[in-house]
Structures are given as structure tokens and as C-alpha cells.
């Protein structure tokens, strides 16, 4: 991971660990400059990923500004943690359905960019809220860097183990959605009814090194789930 990328996560983490609100003022660039020992131009490359992310603003000659104003019970679209970071106010269980050693399909190949020979960790689950069913995910982990998973791991949070456990570090990913309508297999295990909407979302997780590590399929109740995305002058 490179410096300014670094100090982008212990900024964040400032802000969650002061519990700043959106406005709120951040220390100064020259305070910031002596508090990592790093020059300008790395402080600046750090706050522009943050405005990017939608963590914070700048306005030129009052200073830097906290943005994020979280809104209970919705999920980010741009977040690379998995979404039990954005529901942390939720009882977020998950009750995992299949979990084997296997090899990829074609598709999950494709998009984690390994040969069919390779082994993969397949995992079915439901993730549910406040014991509602939130959706139902099937994900693909290539089994050369996610190396060990079980059942326990599954049913909590498997991000919080690739982070913590595994000390693997997540950088970006590419997200798909398109709506649908239910099958009779994704409404039995949402508890709804087949041709009911659905939300349906591939995603594409990478280290920082840009390999990709995990291929996820996620099914949403569209009665359940609710979710937001930060734009600014970058996206628009």
C-alpha cells in the first residue's frame, strides 16, 4: 500500500474515532503535513482520495470538512468493506447454506482471472437484518489468497477476517447491477414470490495490487434493502 493511501485510511479512522459529523473541520494541512512527516503533496493526494470517496470536502482558504453523513439502514454502492460496516447499528447475521472447496465456473474464472483448474472457496448464504432477509449472496474466493474459511468464519463477517485474519489488504472494486425479476429458487430463500422485483449486483473485489480475489453474485429483497451513493465533480 502506498503512503498517501495509508494516511487516507488513519484519516478516516480520525473521524469515525471522533465521531466527526458531516461539516465538521479537520486539523489543518500543516498540521496534518508534521502529524504523518510526510510533504504537501502527499497530504493532498490523501484528502483528493478521500473527497473522491465522498469522506470529505475542501473548500479553498476555510479548510477541509467532513462530508459523510451516514443515513441508518442504507448501503454504500462505492464501499469495499462489505456492507456490515454501513449497518453496524443492525443485528447483521448470516446463515450460510453451502460452503465448499471447489472449481470455478467459467464465469467466475473470467472475472477472478484464474484457470479452471484453480480451487476456489464457493459460499451460499442469506444475510439477514434485525432477523429479515436481507438478500442472497453466492461469492467465489480464490483459494490462493483466501487460504483457510469455515463455516463460523461465514456466518460473521468474512471481509473482517481477510482484513484481520488473513491481514490481506482491499482495494478497489467493479460493480454490476441490473434489476430483475425473481426465480422461483431466489424467492424461496428471500421468502417472497416468484416475478416479485429483485436488485441484482455482481462485484468484482481486488487487493491493493489490483488481483482479484473474490467474485460475488448478491440477490437483494427489494422490501429489505435501501442504498445511497455520494457523487461529486469527479463522477458528474
Do not use: W
Not at 51 to 60: A, D, S
Not at 93 to 115: D, G, R
Amino acid at each position: 500500500m502506498l503512503k498517501y493511501q495509508q494516511i487516507a485510511i488513519d484519516i478516516e479512522k480520525y473521524i469515525e474515532e471522533h465521531a466527526l459529523q458531516q461539516r465538521d473541520k479537520l486539523p489543518v494541512l500543516e498540521h496534518l503535513m508534521a502529524q504523518f512527516e510526510v510533504s504537501k503533496s502527499t497530504i493532498t493526494k490523501s484528502l483528493d482520495l478521500l473527497e473522491r470517496k465522498g469522506v470529505v470536502y475542501q473548500v479553498r482558504g476555510s479548510g477541509i470538512f467532513v462530508r459523510r453523513q451516514s443515513r441508518k439502514g442504507y448501503i454504500s454502492l462505492l464501499s469495499n468493506q462489505g456492507f456490515k460496516k454501513d449497518l453496524e447499528e443492525f443485528n447483521v447475521t448470516s446463515e450460510v447454506i453451502e460452503l465448499t472447496v471447489c472449481k470455478p465456473t467459467k464465469e467466475a474464472a473470467h472475472n477472478l482471472n484464474i484457470e479452471l483448474s484453480s480451487d476456489v472457496y464457493y459460499v451460499k448464504r442469506i444475510r439477514c437484518v434485525n432477523g429479515k432477509t436481507l438478500c442472497l449472496e453466492e461469492s467465489y474466493y480464490n483459494k490462493a489468497f483466501i487460504t483457510y474459511l469455515n463455516k463460523e468464519i461465514a456466518s460473521e463477517s468474512i471481509f473482517h477476517y481477510i482484513k484481520e485474519g488473513l491481514g490481506l489488504k482491499v482495494g478497489f472494486s467493479d460493480i454490476y447491477l441490473h434489476v430483475d425479476k425473481l426465480n422461483d429458487e431466489e424467492a424461496d430463500y428471500l421468502g417472497l414470490k416468484k416475478g416479485d422485483p429483485k436488485l441484482f449486483m455482481e462485484s468484482v473485489f481486488h487487493l491493493t495490487n489490483g488481483q482479484p480475489f473474490d467474485f460475488s453474485k448478491v440477490t437483494y429483497n427489494f422490501e429489505q434493502s435501501q442504498f445511497f451513493l455520494q457523487a461529486n465533480s469527479h463522477l458528474l
